[in-house]
């Protein structure tokens, strides 16, 4: 997979989560651990940036609140 796949399924993650919670600011740490999650995933991964943002969203999801 390169970089720009992995970049673009991080962008629509960071987007689509943003989108649903506004809360979050731009820069708020999660948005690393995004990153972080997304570049040990995308070996595992199909090289589709919609496969990944999927997988992307739903690790943030889960994340606990308290936790960034």
């Known amino acids: 997979m ?3 796949v992995l970049k673009i399924a991080t962008e629509t993650a960071w987007a689509v989560y943003r ?3 506004t809360d979050v600011d731009a ?3 999660r948005r690393c651990l995004l ?3 997304l570049l040990r995933r995308k070996e595992e991964c199909a090289s ?5 943002a999927s997988f992307g969203i ?3 999801c889960r994340l ?5």
């Open 48 to 52: 589709e940036a919609q496969e990944l």
């Open 19 to 21: 989108a649903r919670h």
């Open 27 to 29: 820069f708020d740490s």
């Open 35 to 37: 990153e972080r999650h």
């Open 64 to 68: 606990p609140g308290d936790e960034c």
């Open 2 to 4: 390169d970089d720009a």
């Open 58 to 60: 739903a690790y943030l």
